[in-house]
């Protein structure tokens, strides 16, 4: 069964920095494009930050400078590094594969929640 794993979240203040970890199960990171997903309370699930098989990266406008995706295909895990974090990054965040609409079993995320 596929199946992922997030971990790494917590309360900081803004400005901090956060890794969050996505241990993966039975998904090939080298035959699949994985993101990192985040939903803020009360809105919709939406993609922040992807990368292809062959790795490259993608990034929404509202992360893009400050968080990296990178993969470790022999874990297998995904990991997304998170700096300067600001209080409208506060969010459950998934991992999963790409595109969404094609994605595997969700797991239960790991709490973001930034402080001002």
């Known amino acids: 069964q596929e199946r992922v794993m997030e971990s790494g979240g917590g309360l900081v203040q803004a400005g901090e920095s956060l890794t969050l970890t996505c241990k993966t199960t039975?998904?090939?990171?080298?035959?699949?494009?994985m993101g990192w997903y985040r939903q803020p309370p009360g809105k919709e699930r939406e993609l922040v930050a992807s990368?292809?098989?062959?790795?490259?990266?993608a990034y929404a406008d509202s992360v893009a400078g400050r968080f990296t995706i990178s993969k470790d295909e022999l874990g297998p895990t995904v990991y997304l590094q998170m700096n300067n974090l600001e209080p409208e990054d506060t969010a459950i965040y998934y991992c999963?594969?790409?595109?969404?609409?094609?994605?595997?079993?969700w797991g239960q995320g790991t709490q973001v929640t930034v402080s001002s």
């Open positions: 999963n594969t790409i595109p969404q609409s094609l994605a595997r079993n």
């Open positions: 039975n998904i090939n990171l080298r035959k699949n494009g």
């Open positions: 990368m292809t098989r062959g790795g490259t990266t």
